[in-house]
């Protein structure tokens, strides 16, 4: 069942993540303050025997007494701190999502400016921006899935997600697919005064090339591949076991297995050389004559 | 094409190899210069703060303390660049023009010694949590021109010669340049967008493009050197052509 679309969005490929009018900065400071705070609660043990070592009076009375061993902890607890700061903020940042999911339930389809859909649009835009953020700035590569998941978009198994923009809603990626540098998944449009949102599907073990971007309504069937610097139009699908390439996607190419494209370059390697004996003969007749 | 890997980083601030030998030391000028306004903070935090009754106050107070030094560092850093730009300005003047990419060549030189000041500040304003203070915040202290109510946070600018006008929105990606390497050449030219203009994502701007008011570019396109975007119309392409007009 494919829903009508408006002329419009069939003809134009405009696509921006604009957001603003929203107290996005407010938002991310309320985030950064649970995550101190929780740190602070959870540190006061070690501020505690921090302070017993530097003067001899406990900060509170029935805490543990830190000796020399503090310092040989000091590190693991930097460390730790960092984990325990993003974990913090990530599932913080996940309950407010799903608060902003109960007041208005998420839907799919064409809003005006200033309507009820683009404000929360934007409102859960912005919860999603940090977390996301922070994830990213730690070297653990499957922070920000866990991040996504928290938001509760499907992302499967072994799932590469690179420093790409993805949307935090109405986006399903299957366990498998691989992501490179670059990349955008909209499930939003802006056009003029307007927006649109449909649902992205990427299926199992799909590639999707660097410097793309996959609008709203695609659905990438299974070991589907996306070339690169190339964009797909909205609602296509794009099967199964093919390369897809263009701007929006035209041409299709088979995959090749490795074993046929071995056999490629050994027929071509066969007629370079053919053709190199063939030049030598006429070189040799020439020279006779 | 040039276009980000990623959008944590600096916005487009090429530094010639030869010339940045000779500045290294300006380089680490300019960091330390900009750490004293903290470490003074600090110190003045420290000798307020601790005494042996209040010790409580100092641990409540402490998380604001690391916040609000942050935000210091990252003014003091924009600051004490924008000092160093006024007087490398004074000495020569920056203006556009086709220029030759050796060392010899006054206009590329003072080029790329701009772009060593400013990359401490632009470095320092990109690694932080809020997304309006690299583009929005620190390129109008260096002469960008950015309207109000404007989306171009997820995008990468270069921080001279462009002046962006009110309501504009920047998709996520789109790269503006106000410079070009063509083998031996070097260009230098403004870049102006008007007010009401929407780009895509994922776009270039070559120096030069002039797009007035109310125009619109397609996702995924660029624009060629001086390239004029008419009123009121819709382009696309590579490089984009007209595609509608109102």
């Known amino acids: ?18 957001v603003y009018k929203t107290p996005f900065s407010l938002i991310i400071l309320i985030q950064l303050f649970i995550g101190g705070l929780i740190l602070f609660i959870v540190n006061l043990w070690f501020i505690n025997s921090l302070y017993y070592l530097l003067t001899g009076i406990e900060f509170y009375s029935f805490g543990l007494k830190a000796e020399w061993y503090y310092w040989l902890l000091l590190p693991l607890n930097i460390y730790a701190n960092i984990f325990l700061f993003v974990f913090t903020i990530i599932l913080f940042s996940g309950g407010i999502f799903r608060v902003l999911n109960k007041l208005s339930p998420p839907q799919e389809g064409i809003f005006e ?10 409102r859960r835009f912005w919860t999603a921006f940090f977390p996301i953020w922070l994830a990213r700035a730690l070297p653990l590569p499957w922070l920000d899935i866990i991040a996504y998941r928290s938001f509760g978009t499907r992302v499967g198994r072994s799932v590469v997600l690179y420093e790409g923009y993805v949307d935090p809603l109405f986006v399903e990626i299957g366990d498998f697919t691989m992501t490179s540098l670059n990349i955008c998944i909209f499930s939003h449009l802006i056009y003029q005064d307007k927006v649109f949102i449909k649902k992205v599907k990427i299926g199992k073990a799909c590639v999707v090339g660097p410097h793309t971007i996959i609008t709203p309504g695609t659905i990438m069937e299974d070991f589907a591949v996306l070339g690169v ?9 794009l099967k ?8 929006p996607v035209s041409i299709t190419l088979p995959i090749q297995s490795i074993e046929e494209s071995q056999q490629k370059a050994v027929k071509t390697k066969e007629s370079t050389i053919s053709e190199n004996t063939i030049q030598k003969k006429i070189d040799s007749h020439l020279q006779e004559e | 094409m040039f276009q980000p890997a990623s959008l944590k980083g600096v916005s487009p601030t090429p530094i010639d190899e030869r010339i940045r030998k000779k500045f290294l030391i300006l380089y680490i000028v300019i960091i330390i210069l900009s750490l004293i306004p903290t470490s003074l903070f600090e110190f003045w935090y420290i000798t307020l ?9 100092f641990f409540i107070v402490l998380p604001f303390n690391v916040f609000f ?4 560092i990252q003014l003091s850093a924009i600051m004490i660049s924008v000092l160093f730009l006024k007087i490398i300005n004074l000495i020569h003047v920056p203006r556009e023009g086709k220029f030759k990419r050796s060392i010899e060549d006054r206009d590329y030189y003072f080029w790329t010694v701009r772009n060593i000041v400013k990359k401490w500040p632009l470095y320092v304003t990109a690694s932080n949590p809020f ?5 929005r915040f620190t390129l109008r202290f260096f002469g ?17 010669f462009v002046s962006i006008g009110k309501n504009v929105i920047i998709g996520m990606n789109s790269t503006i340049l106000s410079f070009a390497i063509e083998q031996d050449n070097f260009i230098l030219k403004k870049i102006m967008v008007g007010d009401n203009v929407l780009i895509g994502a994922k776009c270039v701007l070559l120096p030069g493009t002039i797009i007035k008011q109310n125009a619109k570019l397609s996702a995924h396109s660029y624009t060629n050197h001086n390239h004029v975007l008419e009123e009121n119309s819709i382009y696309s392409g590579h490089p984009a052509k007209l595609k509608e007009n109102h």
């Not at chain 1, 134009?12 to 993540?17: V, Y």
């Not at chain 2, 703060?49 to 106050?57: A, G, L, Q």
């Not at chain 2, 030094?69 to 210091?72: A, D, E, F, G, T």
């Open chain 1, 1 to 18: 069942m494919e829903e009508e679309v408006g002329p419009k969005f069939e003809s134009e490929l405009i696509s921006t993540s604009g």
């Open chain 1, 113 to 122: 400016r200033g309507s009820k859909e683009w404000k929360y649009m934007h």
């Open chain 1, 229 to 237: 610097n190339s964009y797909t139009a909205i609602n296509q699908r």
């Open chain 1, 240 to 247: 199964g076991n093919l390369i897809h390439v263009g701007t």
């Open chain 2, 49 to 57: 703060f601790w005494s042996e009754t209040y010790f409580w106050i």
């Open chain 2, 69 to 72: 030094s942050i935000y210091l």
């Open chain 2, 131 to 135: 997304p309006w203070l690299k583009n």
């Open chain 2, 144 to 160: 960008v021109k950015i309207g109000k109510k404007n989306i171009c946070d997820n995008s990468w600018i270069s921080s001279e």
